[in-house]
């Protein structure tokens, strides 16, 4: 199995399709992180596209929908101050403009930090990337648009360096904003016992919360391992 | 459930059982019994996809995957199998620092300390 493992991460997808509105113009991209190219097949529960790969490309996996999307959210960087209104002013002229032309030149992206970070939400973690959504487990009390701040980082992630918790990074913080608080999709819970007349059909939505990431913050006190390049 | 219900059901079915209730009923009563198991199964199928993958990427590195998650319990690092997978496939770095981390950790490798180096024998002419 090792051989299809290191297949499945040696095996460079093209990029089949350019991204849509708020992401990174590849033309302008330099930077030299280097990163395993995103395999084409993906069983993942946590499907989603790594956005440290020079193709960036966001081709889904087949088996699931992308849970996690780029948005246009306003993007809390660590240590300067939050600027909204301007971001969101700029990403307003670009959406307007990115969806008449066709080739994106030079457009003025909001650059995000590209650092990721590994959160515990309902006993279940996710690799969380800032501007994508998530559907975690329903947190009560969570109204829409809410500002929410979790605090159980496992990891966190950045271009040069990782900082690994254990178990938890301290005074890390993942800001997000709750988006909608929905129902997943039906699934038919059928009993049925052969020759004993025994049938029962349920169905089930289990609720839930999507979340959009705005920021990570408070990693960086943390002691790190850096990549000496 | 009436038959409309169970020919929505039965789309993309095989011959008959997706035009004739009779047949239609039994076969999809199948595959919801067969659903209802196989999200349980799932979990485990998942579970041990992860860990061939995990495996993979740590052999890759020299270690192996029992020591690998031997050395991360012992330094008390929760991250699930799920994640370390993911990290495995496409954040290499953040792997490999894992990696070091476990076999700091746990240096049972002794003999695996480099990546193995094939085996062929090599005659000097």
């Keep these: 199995m090792a051989s299809t493992a290191t297949a499945f991460s040696l095996s460079a997808t093209s990029s089949a399709f350019r991204l849509s509105l708020a992401h990174f113009p590849k033309q302008n991209h330099n930077s030299s992180f280097v990163s395993l190219p995103k395999p084409t097949l993906s069983h993942s529960l946590s499907s989603r596209k790594s956005i440290f790969t020079q193709n960036l490309s966001s081709k889904p996996s087949f088996s699931l929908i992308p849970k996690f999307s780029e948005s246009e959210a306003p993007v809390i960087e660590p240590e300067t101050a939050p600027d909204p209104e301007s971001t969101e002013i700029d990403i307003g002229v670009e959406v307007e403009t990115a969806s008449t032309q066709i080739v994106e030149v030079e457009k003025e992206v909001p650059k995000r930090e590209e650092v990721f970070a590994i959160?515990?939400?309902?006993?279940?973690?996710?690799?969380?990337?800032?501007?994508?959504?998530?559907?975690?487990?329903r947190l009560k009390g969570a109204n829409v648009n809410d500002k929410i701040i979790l605090n159980k980082v496992l990891l966190v992630g950045t271009k040069n360096s990782t900082y690994i918790g254990k178990p938890v990074v301290t005074n890390a913080a993942v800001h997000a904003v709750v988006e909608e608080q929905g129902l997943n999709p039906k699934v038919i819970v059928f009993k049925y016992k052969k020759k004993k007349n025994y049938r029962r059909k349920i169905g089930h939505r289990q609720p839930n919360t999507r979340i959009r990431i705005t920021g990570i913050t408070g990693y960086l006190d943390y002691p790190a391992t850096t990549l000496e390049s | 459930m009436n038959k409309d219900k169970i020919f929505k059901l039965a789309k993309g079915f095989r011959g008959r059982a997706k035009d004739c209730i009779r047949i239609a009923r039994e076969r999809v009563e199948k595959a919801l019994q067969y659903s209802y198991r196989d999200r349980r199964t799932k979990k485990r199928d998942m579970r041990s996809l992860w860990i061939e993958r995990i495996n993979a990427g740590t052999r890759l590195q020299g270690v192996n995957y029992g020591n690998f998650m031997h050395g991360l319990m012992k330094e008390n690092i929760q991250l699930n199998r799920k994640v370390l997978s993911e990290l495995s496939m496409h954040e290499s770095y953040s792997f490999k620092a894992l990696v070091d981390v476990s076999r700091n950790a746990f240096p049972g490798n002794k003999k695996v300390a480099l990546p193995p180096k094939k085996e062929g024998v090599s005659i000097v002419v």
């Design chain 1, 119 to 137: 959160v515990m939400i309902g006993s279940r973690q996710y690799i969380l990337f800032p501007g994508r959504f998530i559907y975690t487990q």
